[in-house]
């Protein structure tokens, strides 16, 4: 996967918890913070989907029919 640069600042007491953390597991701030994020990101995407499903139950959000999608777009 390509690495891409991201500049970013934090609050001196989180740069200091990073630092300590990265430090007690022996790993760089940089694979700390990858770690950090992928586990966030599965949490979020499981908020985000019950988000849709209760947007679909309430009616906030339709689902289509591949069907209808297709027929629409005049690909069947």
Do not use: C, N, P
């Not at 970013?8 to 300590?20: P, Q, V, W």
């Not at 989907?49 to 777009?73: H, M, N, P, T, W």
Request: without cysteine; negative net charge; hydrophobic residues 40%.
């Amino acid at each position: 996967m390509a690495t891409v640069k991201k500049l970013i600042s934090f609050d001196s007491g989180i740069a200091k918890e990073l630092e300590s953390v990265s430090k007690a597991l022996h790993i760089s701030q940089k694979e700390l913070l990858e770690r950090a994020l992928d586990f966030y990101f599965d949490y979020t995407d499981s908020a985000v989907a019950q988000k849709i499903s209760s947007d679909v139950k309430s009616g906030k959000e339709k689902i289509y029919d591949a069907r209808e999608v297709f027929a629409e777009l005049g690909v069947v």
